[in-house]
């Protein structure tokens, strides 16, 4: 498990940009993280001030960041930057209230490139699935 203290030690992302909570599980290749949507969310106020929707491209980022947090085993800041997303499908909006839970998976590391796979669930129902792809640069 990780709080989000010892989050913040291993990814540079801050508020508003920060997606993820908690991480529930960690194993070698797989972690399992979340994030409480909250209607205070600022992304809310433009997308969509009378149908609030998270977009997607920052569900998305936040399989990304729990994949981070999986790669960064030494504990030492790391920023991942995007090489490639692909195959992203978005299946079921998420919306204020919902508890986003992101399961991502290392399908390949090679030196600095982490090749990933990501799905996003609220209430166990899949709600959007990509392919990620990013270079670690280290601090």
């Known amino acids: 498990m990780m709080n989000i203290a ?3 030690k291993r990814i540079p992302h801050r508020y508003p ?5 908690r991480v529930t599980k960690i194993g070698e290749t797989t972690l399992e993280a979340y994030k409480n949507v909250s209607v205070n969310e600022e992304f809310f106020n433009g997308h969509f001030p009378d149908f609030p929707i ?3 491209v920052l569900i998305v980022e936040g399989m990304a960041q729990a994949l981070g947090l999986l790669v ?3 504990d030492e800041p ?3 930057l995007f090489a490639s997303i692909e195959s992203a499908k978005f299946k079921k909006p998420v919306v204020p209230g919902d508890r986003l839970v992101y399961e991502v998976e290392v399908i390949k590391a ?3 490139i982490v090749k990933g ?3 996003a669930k609220v209430d166990g129902e899949v709600v959007a699935t990509a392919d990620l ?3 670690i640069m280290k601090k």
Do not use: Q
């Open 133 to 135: 792809m990013f270079a």
């Open 17 to 21: 940009f920060l997606l993820v909570d």
């Open 6 to 8: 010892e989050i913040k």
């Open 110 to 112: 090679k030196r600095s």
């Open 72 to 74: 960064n085993a030494d």
């Open 54 to 56: 998270m977009p997607g």
């Open 117 to 119: 796979r990501g799905v």
């Open 78 to 80: 790391i920023t991942p």
